[in-house]
């Protein structure tokens, strides 16, 4: 079990703020995503697109700004748990809460601050007939352990980084690798495309181009998947298809925790301190609702701000505290280092 | 002042709105599409409008001169479901004089 202050769900750039914020109260935090990596939508969607609204910022690309939210919050020493889904909460006696990840994980934090943006990224499923039965008998959304094709058959779709990179991978595991796309055109890095060619080319990967997958058979497991190409349908046989059509964020198990949900979003209270319906429970950034609500990042590093002052007082009930300005009080660090503004030199003057 | 525009939006329940579109604020389909909260929060736009998420998929209903396909928009279409021949991102097409009278379905969520 992780034992923290306050638990994170979402490695979004409010989530990583409310690190920052926390810190300053001497707050521990613990960060659950079920992305790989931190930075939610930033690294997942757009990395490599500018963003023009962040205060001081003229000009900044998402990916740089993680990096940098990354920077500015490690002293505090964060936990990050990626790639695991928050599952279910239980509320202890002691006021405290219990959330279990899709792998079992237990996490137990005075606060949870739900900093989930538009959800959780789940796969988006191709619409086959039957597909929803042949999961785990031979198609597969994401590939976790890529021995488990050594020497079979393999077909992946799609047209992205991923399609093609894992293509490419495959190549050199399965015994036979067909990527399937509806055009010719592959929006992948170029380096990638290429790499698919030369194997294409060299007889390790077959194409089909523009081809859609229509159809799936086989009795238990898979064992065949309908093309259509151009109108005419081919039957091929294969072990495997996986389909890499991107993610698609989901609220997810999230939306069973018995928060007030109004439109996709969870209703909080935004006249203090973006506290959910359950008390310990906060929504901050494009996962919550209030009226006048705006989905921008720098609302949701001023709701994270205004949640770790409350989380505070659930921490150290009566405990006082006033909000200090960081060029005054400098930043000590749980990894023991200190950031202070230099002190001024007095000099008299002869 | 710049003349609104009119559109006629056919929503995923298959209710037609007419609805005015300006022409002057940048704006796009999809966003008017949410302006008018013709579609569910969480259902549509969920890239922002980048191209990325095909959620503002829409079928174009009559013949209207638009801009053609960019390069983004073809490829997410290319790996989007329920795509038609008359399938655009809204996302991508903004709201110009050009589009008066314009007629779109909103394809389904998937």
New interface residues.
Partial sequence: MIKTDILIIGAGPTGLFAVFEAGLLKLKCHILDSLPQPGGQLSELYPKKPIYDIPGFPEVLAGDLVNNLMEQIKQFEPGFTLGERAETIEKQEDGSFIVTSNKGKKFQASVVAIAGGLGSFEPRKPLIEDIEFYENKGVKYFIKNPEKFRNKRVVIAGGGDSALDWSVFLSNVASEVTLIHRRNEFRGALDSVEKVQELKNAGKIKMITPGEVVGLNGAEHLESIDVDINGAHRNIPTDYFIPLFGLTPKLGPIANWGLEIERNAIKVNNALDYQTNIPGIFAIGDVNTYPGKLKLILCGFHEATLMCQAAYQIINPGKKYLMKYTTVSGIDGFDGTRKEAPKAVVKAID | MTQDVTIKITDREGITHEVQAPTDMNMNVMELVCAYELA????IG??GG?A??A?CQCYVLNQVDLPERN??E??ML??A??VKDNSRLGCQIYITNALEGLEIALAPE?
């Fill in positions: 569910p929060e969480g259902t969920l890239c980048m990325m998420c959620s390069e983004d073809e490829a290319s790996e479901f329920n998937s």
